[in-house]
């Protein structure tokens, strides 16, 4: 049974645990150490039990603390994403972490070599995109009717184009490399679901341009339009400063 443990999600940094009875990795680190042990010690393991850390790229809220992490923990990421030794992992090659299959997918981000991940594990899937001003097509067939998506949702347009952020900013946000706004989040989503998907969590919320509420009225709005139903799929915002559980319990 695939569950996680999403210790922090947005601007202010990134880490989500993954884990079955005897398989841990751990996608991203741009959170302090202090919260991974945290997190960690909730769920009864400790860092010796990390097999694994999934980087989707190198800037600074997704890496930020790696150099903290025991040094024996393998590293892996797309190429030219990390200085030093690291595993390189290409797009739509899988390879194994315990008892995990992991597939990357490629992201459109301002980053050398951005990547999100499908995560299959006996007959389920977690499917792991933040961070993407778009999501290439190629991709799509991989990510439909997956158990659950932790997935970008990024920004109201309307609060974003009415922040006080510079005009470049706004821009590089809502563009194709930049971040999924709640609408084009929703939109591609809907077209993801299927029968077997249990929750949907919304990753990558930002603190200024976007709320819980305006989140999900924005979902169940687009769902609606596009005659997708949301009944029986949990729908949950991860926060940045504390932890948001996923998965079988």
Not at 101 to 109: A, G, K
Not at 129 to 143: A, Y
Not at 176 to 183: C, F, I, K, P, R
Not at 210 to 236: C, D, M, P, Q
Request: hydrophobic letters at 35%; charged letters at 25%.
């Amino acid at each position: 049974m695939i569950r996680f443990d999403i210790l922090g999600s947005g601007s202010k940094g990134n880490a989500t645990l993954v884990y079955d009875e005897t398989t841990l990795f751990q996608i991203d680190m741009g959170i302090s150490l202090k919260r991974v042990k945290m997190g960690l010690l909730d769920i009864h393991r400790s860092l010796s039990d990390i097999k694994g850390v999934l980087i989707t790229h190198e800037h600074s809220d997704h890496i930020g603390t790696l150099g903290l992490l025991p040094s024996s923990i393998p590293v892996y990421s797309g190429e030219g994403t990390l200085k030093g030794h690291y595993r390189t992992i290409e797009n739509e090659t899988p390879f194994s972490i315990g008892d995990f299959t992991i597939f990357p997918l490629s992201t459109s981000h301002d980053a050398k070599n951005p990547m999100g991940f499908l995560v299959s594990h006996a007959d389920e899937k977690l499917v792991y995109i933040t961070d993407t001003g778009c999501v290439p097509e190629g991709d799509l067939p991989f990510m439909r009717d997956a158990d659950y998506y932790i997935f970008e949702s990024n920004h109201d347009y309307r609060m974003l184009m009415e922040s006080s952020r510079p005009p470049v900013l706004k821009r590089r946000i809502h563009g194709d490399h930049g971040h999924l706004s709640n609408a084009e989040s929703a939109l591609c989503l809907s077209s993801l679901v299927g029968s077997g998907t249990k929750a949907i969590y919304l990753a990558h919320i930002s603190e200024e341009c976007n709320s819980e509420k305006i989140a999900f009225e924005t979902y169940r709005k687009v769902f609606s339009r596009r005659h997708k139903s949301l009944e029986g799929i949990r729908l949950v915002c991860a926060k940045q400063w504390e932890p948001t559980k996923g998965g079988d319990e």
